[in-house]
Structures are given as C-alpha cells and as structure tokens.
C-alpha cells in the first residue's frame, strides 16, 4: 500500500478512529498499531509477513538472553544468532543474485566457465530498513546500552510500526521504544506539525519528484537518443526526483507519526546546502549515515588509528552503505564515490565544521556549497545509471546545444521544481523545517490551500512506488 | 564518519497553537478540494473545448449512438481507423443503405464496442448490418479505466451489461473518481493552462453529421513514429487475442443472432511499406490465423477485407489512418466486401 494512494487515506483514517477509540489505554493501541502494520505490510505480499515475525521473534528471544548473560563468548555467540538470522535473510533476498551472477563473470574472465545459479526471487518491500532496526536493538543491547523490551507487543511494534516500515526513517530501539512501552499524549502541536509535514511531503512525492520521474525516466531508458543539454536536464531532474521522492516520504511518515503521538527521526536536514561530503552525509538519509556511523564505522575504528585506518574505515563504511541500496555494480561504485569525498575532503579538513552560517562569507560558502551539489549531481549519475555505459555516454555527451526537446525538458524542469528553492531557502534561513508552520494564520492557510490544490492539480495520477522501496 | 550533530543543522521548532488553527488548517484544505473539484467541473462544463479531447470525441460519439440520428440501417462501430476511415455518406452510395458512423478509439477495446450495440439495440430498431473496423494491435488490449468512466449511461452500467469486466472496489473507486471528479481525471489540462496561461491549449475532433471525422493533412513524421512502433510490435509482441475481446466478440454474436442483423469485421487500412516487411507480414499473417479461428465459432460474424488494403505513406497519417481520397477508396472496397458477401 502506497502512501500515495486513496487506500493509504480510508487506511490511516480507519487507524485513527480505532487509535483513539481506545486512547485511555496505550497497551490496547499499541495492539491497534500491530495489527494495523502487519496488514499494512500485508498488502504489498503477505508471504513476506513470515519474514518480518521471523526478524521479530528472533530478536525479542536474543535480546532478553544477551541481557541476562554476562559470559563474554555467550554474548558474542547470541549476537552472532542475531547477526546470521537478519543478515542471512537480507542476503538471501537482495543479494543471492548478484553475487552469484558476479561470480559467474568473474570465472569467465579467469577462463572458466560456469552455470549462474540464479533464483527468481522477489526482494521483499522495506527488509533493508526493518533489518538495520532491529539490529539497532540487539546491538545496543550487547554493548548494555538498552534493555530489553518486556512485551513481546511492544517489541513487534517497534520492528513493523507501519509510518516508517517500508522505507524508514531506520529508528533505533533506544529511541522509538521508549515512546512504544508507554502512553503517548498526543499533543495539538504535534498534530499541526504532522499534517504539514504530510501536505509537504506528498507535494514532495506527487508533484515534484513523480513529475521528475517523467523527464528522467525515457532518457535513463534509452539514453543515445538524447544528448547535450537534455541529458544534463535529466540529471539534475533525478537529483531533484530523488530527494523528494525519499524526503517526502519521510515527511510523510514522520508526519502520521507525529499524528499518533509519535516523533521519528528526521531524516533529511536540507542536504543540497551541504558544504562539504561531511556535511552532506549529516544531512541525507540521516538514519542511515548515522547507523553505518554508530553500528559500523566506530566498532571498525572510525577516525582514531591513524589516517590510513580511518580512510579504510570510511572506505568501508561507504561500500557497504552503497551496497545496502541495492545489488548492482552502480550502487558501490556510487559508495566507493562518496567513500573518496569523504576520505579527501578529511586529508585537508580534519576538523570539519558543518553548516558555517553564511553571514561570514557568503561567497566562499555559496562556493563550498556550489562546488558540493556538483559532486553530488555526479555521484547520481553513478546511483541512477541503468548500464555502466550510460556513465562515459552522459559525461561525453552532456556539454552539448539546446533542442526543442531540451527547452520544453528545462521549461517543465522549472515549473515543477521551482517551488523547492523558496521553502528549502526559508528553512534553511531559519534553521527551521517547519518554518511554513509559524505564519501567522491567514497567510499559513493559503499556503497551506496553494500546497493542496497544486497536489491535486499537477500531481502526477498514477501512483509510482518510492524509490527507496526498492532498496 | 564524522563528528557528532552540532547545533548549525536545521531542525524542527513546533510552534505553539490550539484547536481553532487546526481546524482552520484542515477547513480550509477542505474548501480548497470543494472549490477545486466543483470550480473545474464548472469550467469545463463552460468550456468544453479546454477538456481531454479523445473524452470528448469519445463520449460525442456515444451521444450520437443514442440519439434519433442513429437510427440506420448500418451502423458502423470501431476505433480511430474507422472513425477517421469509413464514410457514412461513401457506404450509403455503394449499399443503397443508411448508415452512422459511431467509431470510437482503440483504447475502449471491444467491449466499448459490444456496450455500444447493447446500448444501441435497447433504443432503436435493429440495423441491418454492423461493421466493426479494428486494428491488428488492439485485440490484446482491454479498455482503459478513463474511458470506461465516461460512457454516458447510468453508474455501474457496466454490471447490467451482457459483458462486464471484473471491477475490484479499488477500481470502482477509481472509475468513480474519474467519472465525477474531472479535476482529478483530467488535470493534464489544467496543467496545460497553468504551464502556458497566455495560451492555453484547446482541441476539437471535428465530426460531420454522421460521425465521420476527416483528418486532412499529412505528417511524415508522426508516420515514421507509427511505423517504428509497429515494427517494434511485431518484433518483440506475440500476437494475443485479450480475454475481453473474446468475451466481447462472444456478446456481440450472441446479440446479432438474438436480434436478427449480421456482424462484419473489417480489417482497418494498413500502411503498404509495413507489409513490404517479412517480419511484420508474417505477425500479420499468423494475427490473421488467429482471428479466423477466434470467430470460427460465431455464426453471425463475418470477416470482410481479411487481406487489407493498403495505402503508400502519402495517403495515410499513420499507418493505420487513411487520408484524402484514401478515405474513399477504403470505404468503398469496405462497401463492396459487404456487398459482395450479401449477395453471395
């Protein structure tokens, strides 16, 4: 079920009268939630409901055996339990294929050949974020950063909470399960926040990034029937689709979140402002970075054996991150990308400074930032590539003139990107995603009138899947 | 990777408010929907021509089916081939006969079709004969859930028909969104208008009386597009009969031999240079082999101009549209196919 569609709606409408039918017991609505996720998960292939209470119930049962076992080597064999369930099952369904296919190629380049043992297997939806999370939990228990989850509700709860099960933001049991385990008081305030953050978000999703898709997708599909500045449009295009499609989904979900009387994560800080690969990984997908960082990158070492060590940490940290996208070749060499910038921008800037308000020197900051977008742009040429071939074909052919076709591409590109630029700009003006929320009354609600009927107007009918529900 | 969040990132500042802003927040996206919804239906309730304009054609056509002019003795049905291909006034010359031309597009697939003699036989006379003109690569298709919306009969018409497609509540919705809710089945104009607003975009289909629609100029171009497209069709398509043209060539035979008037299905016009092809001839041919066996069971069915004519690139659109003094030479061969096989 996508959140862009008219079941989503008479979904989440059900949910809340159910909610709060039982609001004087949170136990009754955590049961609500339950049930509500998994048939929620359901609707997409309910076969896959097994994995999900598998994850579940593995976790639940090593997380209260971890906390109860001081002997050393038990510990790491109980982790180990966890880490092989999850990581298997996550490598079964992404990742058989790919490695089995590249390992077949790789015999043929030794000389030898070898029948590809391949599966039609189906990649359940969301089992890359719903495995990061759940491991978060039995990780933090292992270092007794958290105890375990009495209720075995309350935990199943936290690994399908449905807002962010599919597509995150990838919460940590030592955040989301505090609000799980008890009452929630659902506070005006955070009503109003959530129900901007889902107008935004689906404008985000159904306008902006969905009429993205439109200009990005038969470029990407053949890609030498265009050239020059058309191939330039549609990059920048997939830069803007990308982050609308994921960031309003996180909207989305943060904002029904909020609505229930909960607060997720956020999940994107105004990342096209970054100023340097540092900044910019504090600003995108930041459940993700932050997980790699916390769960990957420090138990590798992170930055404190050297400066060769710490590169290879990064290194690291940034192939498998690329990897976690999906299983193909462009994913980790958009990881190995963003693993470089990281590791040379660390050899000039060994302190970094994130987000420098720009009153100082304007200037060099709208250079910093500039120069960043560029890298980036490039780095969703790696990410969004169908064959390795259309990589040298863009960068060749990009430089090039104008056609019909490209003015009516550009002429499309700004009027349903525009108004990104003037909210992204009053939020990071302001320091304050929800800027939008603290006008006063009546210019909020045109605002809030222009944002719904430019959804219904020129979003696009069709309802695309998110992007990440792929990864 | 890198050091912890610092105090620079944005983030969220909830505002203080209380219940009046919120419901002021959700009444007025509820206004904005009304006004949307109702302001749009009344704009193009004004202003036909600034609507889709294949809804347009389509549901003109269907109004015309139900009307005192349709009332003839040959009633020519179909998709764009023939509503572009077969004049009326060409067939009432070569048969001695009356006739309407009530051809629709491809996209209603056969069951519009078979809705349409259904609709037809519960308001008028029984005609004589019907002509069917379709196209080879539209019998895989089903009809699109747009059009289906717009045929001017009751709701849910489509459940008191001979034959129905299966509708899951999800799609009953969507029809019924499409149906009555025209800012959302028909927002490419409004984007149109909003994206050039000194010049908005507006279409007609152009009709004579009899529901014939003329195209008169040539463009290489979209021809080139057409042919390219219908080689990669028979190239990389199997040749398919869809389940709801079988269901609906069964209903229209079960109705032509309850009411007492023949079906003739006739092969729409086709570009020469595609025939010139090895591998497009043979799709064609084995497409052909299929059909005839499709209708072998259906007594009152019967196919005319099975080896179809066709026409050099100047005198056609695309390659299935016939232009000029084509449209004339198709009608009349289609005539005297009918012609011939009644006197047979």
Request: charged residues 15%.
């Amino acid at each position: 079920m996508l959140f862009n569609s008219y079941a989503f709606i008479a979904f989440f409408a059900a949910v809340l009268v159910l909610y709060f039918a039982v609001q004087r017991n949170y136990k009754w609505q955590n049961f609500v939630l339950l049930g509500a996720s998994y048939w929620f998960y359901g609707q997409w292939d309910a076969r896959f409901l097994g994995l999900l209470a598998a994850s579940t119930i593995i976790d639940y049962f090593v997380g209260r055996r971890l906390h109860a076992e001081v002997e050393p080597g038990r510990r790491r064999g109980l982790l180990g339990i966890s880490l092989a369930a999850n990581l298997g099952i996550l490598g079964f369904f992404k990742y058989f294929n790919f490695f089995a296919e590249s390992a077949t190629d790789l015999l043929g380049v030794l000389g030898l050949n070898a029948d590809p043992t391949t599966l039609n297997i189906i990649l359940p939806v969301g089992i890359s974020f719903y495995t990061f999370q759940t491991l978060s939990y039995t990780f933090d228990i292992y270092r007794r950063k958290l105890e375990p989850v009495g209720s075995f509700t309350d935990f199943a709860l936290f690994v399908a909470f449905f807002p962010q099960l599919v597509a995150g933001p990838i919460e940590r049991a030592s955040r989301l399960l505090p609000q799980i385990v008890r009452p929630r008081v659902v506070d005006i305030r955070q009503i109003n926040a959530g129900v901007f953050l889902m107008l935004w978000g689906y404008f985000k999703k159904a306008v902006i990034a969905d009429q993205m898709a439109l200009l990005v997708q038969p470029v990407f599909a053949s890609h030498t029937a265009y050239d020059g500045a058309e191939l330039l449009i549609a990059l920048l295009a997939f830069t803007v689709q990308i982050y609308c499609d994921f960031s309003g989904y996180s909207d989305i979900a943060r904002g029904v979140a909020k609505i229930l009387g909960f607060d997720l994560m956020i999940n994107f800080k105004l990342p096209y402002f970054a100023l340097n690969p540092s900044d910019f990984w504090l600003r995108w997908h930041v459940s993700l970075s932050t997980w790699l960082r916390d769960y990957l990158y420090i138990p590798l070492g992170g930055n404190r054996g050297g400066t060769l060590k710490t590169q290879r940490n990064l290194a690291i940290t940034m192939l498998l991150g690329g990897l976690w996208h999906g299983a193909a070749w462009n994913f980790i060499i958009w990881g190995a990308w963003h693993g470089t910038l990281l590791a040379l921008y660390r050899r000039f800037d060994p302190n970094p400074v994130h987000d420098r308000p720009i009153i100082g020197n304007p200037a060099r900051a709208l250079g910093q930032m500039g120069l960043m977008f560029v890298l980036t742009v490039f780095g969703w040429l790696l990410f969004r590539v169908e064959t390795l071939d259309q990589i040298p074909y863009f960068m060749l052919n990009m430089a090039g003139g104008l056609g019909e076709t490209g003015a009516d591409m550009i002429h499309r590109f700004a009027f349903f990107s525009w108004p990104l630029l003037p909210i992204q700009i009053w939020q990071y003006r302001t320091r304050n995603l929800l800027a939008p929320t603290t006008l006063p009354a009546v210019p909020r609600l045109l605002l809030y009138a222009a944002i719904f009927a430019g959804i219904v107007i020129f979003g696009v009918r069709e309802s695309m899947e998110f992007i990440y529900f792929q990864f | 990777m890198t050091a912890p969040l610092n105090g620079q990132l944005p983030t969220e500042l909830i505002r203080k408010t209380n219940w009046r802003h919120l419901a002021g927040s959700i009444l007025t996206l509820v206004a904005t929907a009304l006004l949307l919804v109702f302001g749009f239906a009344g704009l193009l309730s004004a202003e036909p021509e600034l609507g889709n304009p294949t809804y347009n054609a389509f549901v003109t056509q269907w109004q015309r089916l139900k009307g005192p002019s349709a009332r003839v003795e040959t009633l020519i049905l179909g998709d764009s081939s023939g509503r572009h291909g077969v004049d009326p006034k060409v067939i009432d010359e070569v048969l001695h006969t009356t006739s309407v031309n009530v051809c629709t597009i491809g996209s209603a697939g056969l069951i519009n079709v078979a809705w349409q003699i259904e609709a037809y036989l519960a308001r008028h006379p029984v005609p004589r004969r019907v002509l069917i003109v379709h196209v080879y690569d539209l019998w895989r298709r089903e009809i699109e859930l747009p059009l289906m919306s717009h045929v001017p009969l009751p709701w849910g018409y489509w459940n008191r028909m001979r034959v129905s497609p299966d509708l899951d509540d999800e799609t009953t919705w969507d029809l019924f969104l499409e149906r009555y809710v025209p800012v959302l089945s028909q927002n490419k104009i409004v984007v149109g208008i909003a994206m050039r607003p000194w010049d908005p975009p507006r279409w007609k289909i152009k009709f004579d009386q009899s529901g014939f629609s003329a195209i008169r100029n040539a463009d290489p171009e979209i021809f080139r597009k057409d042919v390219r497209g219908q080689m990669w069709t028979a190239t990389h398509l199997e040749f398919v009969i869809g389940h709801q043209s079988r269901e609906a060539m069964t209903a229209i035979d079960e109705l032509a031999g309850e009411h007492g008037f023949d079906v003739f299905l006739v092969n729409a016009p086709i570009a020469e240079v595609l025939m010139q092809d090895a591998d497009f001839k043979a799709y064609y041919d084995n497409a052909q082999i299929e059909i005839d066996a499709m209708i072998a069971p259906l007594s009152n069915v019967h196919r005319i101009l099975r080896d179809p004519m066709r026409f050099p690139a100047e005198r056609m659109q695309n390659t299935d549209h016939v232009l000029g003094e084509a449209i004339a030479d198709y009608t009349r061969a289609v005539g005297l196919a009918v012609a011939v096989f009644e006197q047979d």
